[in-house]
């Protein structure tokens, strides 16, 4: 304690008051100022909670499953086939339902069918590749010696659905059709503006006589600026009598011709550089795919 100089008892007494008075009120008025900051702090912290800086959120993540369907993305190759350096577009195109197809767009032979998962393509030959997108970049394998290829969006009006330049009566010519009797015989086909066709069966060669009536699950542009329409692959693990696997091949398609791509017709003995030509394919452990011409 402090050594206080002693005065009379009614001013110690007095100033006593007058202190313990003061001390009260600075107190009480400590405590309301305390209680005001409290309350002041108390209202910025819930003020900042609700507008003040939050935190990070993000939109929901899209499952790469997703993202990718109907996607293609393409890569640029150059390779020496059959003795001859070729140019070509290798693409991976994303189906729905986990199909897809694999395309070498320098002969329709170089066309298969894939299955996909989140992370690995699958082929039916039990080969499997490891799979990332990255923005619009498909990387195909390890991260090391990853394959890439590019997001493409096809601009010809065929690959959004619609067929309408090619759709029409298309009737069999002479060229390419020997091996299939008179070519009077097959009936004509039919493309209608949504890409399915009917006809071009001959019936003494085909145990069905259409095609299936649906629209192309993808169209494939050669490089000789041809389309090939795929209608349907095989599925998983269809394996025919005597035990060959179709798994991943074309089951129904066919290729459309247009002006600048018919040259391949010219022997044909009714060839015109302005027609319009298609050949069918169906596999059914033989090959048919007769050809045939737009009527004008």
Not at 16 to 24: N, P, W, Y
Not at 211 to 236: A, H, Q, R
Not at 271 to 278: A, E, F, G, I, Q
Request: charged share 25%; proline share 3%.
């Amino acid at each position: 304690m402090k050594n206080v100089t002693r005065k009379s008892v009614l001013a110690c007494t007095l100033c006593l008051f007058m202190a313990l008075s003061t001390a009260c009120t600075k107190d009480k008025t400590t405590d309301q100022d305390n209680t005001s900051n409290n309350e002041a702090n108390n209202a910025t912290v819930d003020s900042e909670q609700a507008t003040g800086p939050q935190p990070e959120t993000t939109e929901p993540e899209v499952a790469q499953a997703d993202s990718i369907v109907n996607s293609k993305y393409t890569k640029e190759i150059t390779d020496e086939i059959d003795g001859e350096n070729i140019t070509f577009e290798a693409s991976y195109t994303f189906l729905e339902g986990n199909n897809g197809i694999y395309c070498r767009n320098f002969d329709y032979q170089e066309i298969h069918g894939f299955t996909w998962d989140d992370s690995k393509i699958y082929f039916s030959d039990n080969t499997s590749y490891s799979y990332t997108i990255e923005g619009d970049v498909l990387k195909l394998g390890d991260d090391a010696d990853a394959k890439e290829f590019t997001k493409k969006v096809e601009s010809d009006p065929i690959f959004n659905g619609d067929f309408s330049e090619f759709a029409g009566t298309y009737k069999a010519i002479v060229y390419g059709n020997s091996g299939y009797g008179d070519s009077e015989d097959i009936a004509d086909v039919e493309v209608k503006a949504d890409g399915s066709i009917s006809g071009g069966y001959l019936k003494a060669y085909n145990d069905s006589d259409d095609f299936p009536d649906i629209s192309p699950i993808c169209v494939e542009k050669m490089n000789d600026g041809s389309y090939y329409c795929i209608l349907s692959i095989f599925p998983n693990d269809d394996i025919d009598e005597e035990d060959f696997d179709f798994d991943g091949w074309i089951e129904f398609g066919y290729h459309i011709y247009p002006k600048e791509a018919n040259s391949e017709f010219s022997d044909d003995p009714s060839y015109s550089s302005n027609n319009t030509y298609l050949e069918l394919y169906q596999c059914d452990g033989g090959v048919y795919n007769p050809k045939f011409c737009k009527a004008q």
